[in-house]
């Protein structure tokens, strides 16, 4: 008796019924007479050379002994006409006879046949993805120069600024020329000028920061990276600079300021005879 097979397609939540797509299950009950040793575990379907991965058997099994099951999967578009669908094991066959599938594509039709739209642009102008990547690339890449950019000239500056730190060498050791210049200050009636250049003296010589070169934030800044320990120092610094700056012109005032610079620069010096220079 020849082989015959009803076909059932179970519906599937999106999918039309009874419809063959890409991908979903179609079931052949087949009743007939077959060899008994087929091994259904292993059964595939003997397909063409060039369209042998557009069809599998995806489970096979035998219900009686003149009853099988055959679940195809199909993994490509299109009308697949088979004038005797053969099953094997690589040993026994099994003749299906002439069956035809009508495989449609899970893609609507536009989806199928038209490019993809590119993703919404980023911005208020309409762009496509790639020109938003390459305009954020781009950016990164302008971000990134002028960092290095940046970079350079800060350290081209630092080494020009300790350059120039050489100019207020001498053979008078730091304290003594502060102590030497706040004298000739005392004489000329501690001018306000001569008490600021005669400490920023003492802190280039003493502390290598170029104190005639910096705002003071900076020069506190400065002398913080080069000298990270001495956080007292830099905020009794702090307070003298600040001092200076708004100091009155009144002899009792810049009396007192002048006071705190000598106390500033005795602790320093003691400070600074204890770590080998």
């Not at 913080?224 to 700056?245: G, M, Q, S």
Request: with cysteine; hydrophobic share 40%; charged share 30%.
């Amino acid at each position: 008796m020849a082989i015959s097979c009803e076909r059932q397609i179970p519906n599937v939540p999106g999918l039309k019924d009874q419809e063959i797509t890409v991908g979903r299950h179609v079931f052949l009950q087949c009743t007939g007479d077959y060899e008994k040793s087929f091994q259904f575990p292993q059964a595939k379907v003997i397909l063409a050379e060039n369209s042998k991965f557009s069809t599998k058997v995806y489970k096979a099994e035998a219900r009686s002994v003149s009853q099988f099951d055959v679940d195809l999967v199909f993994y490509s578009a299109g009308e697949f006409v088979f004038p005797d669908l053969i099953l094997s094991d690589g040993t026994n066959e099994i003749h299906l006879g002439e069956q035809k599938f009508l495989v449609q594509t899970v893609l609507e039709k536009t989806q199928a046949e038209k490019k993809p739209e590119p993703f919404p642009p980023f911005f208020p102008i309409k762009l496509s993805w790639p020109t938003s990547y390459l305009i954020v690339c781009l950016a990164l890449i302008a971000v990134v120069v002028a960092l290095v950019i940046w970079n350079i000239r800060k350290r081209f500056r630092y080494r020009q600024l300790m350059a120039k730190l050489n100019d207020y060498q001498s053979s008078v050791e730091p304290d003594m020329q502060f102590y030497r210049s706040i004298r000739r200050a005392e004489m000329s009636g501690y001018r306000i000028s001569d008490l600021d250049n005669s400490f920023r003296l003492y802190i280039a010589r003493r502390y290598k920061v170029p104190a005639f070169d910096l705002k003071n934030p900076s020069l506190l800044r400065f002398f913080k990276k080069n000298n990270p320990w001495l956080k007292k120092e830099r905020l009794e610094l702090k307070k003298i600079l600040e001092d200076l700056k708004d100091v009155k012109d009144s002899e009792a005032e810049k009396k007192i300021l002048t006071q705190k610079m000598y106390q500033f620069v005795d602790k320093s010096e003691l400070l600074l005879s204890k770590v080998p220079r």
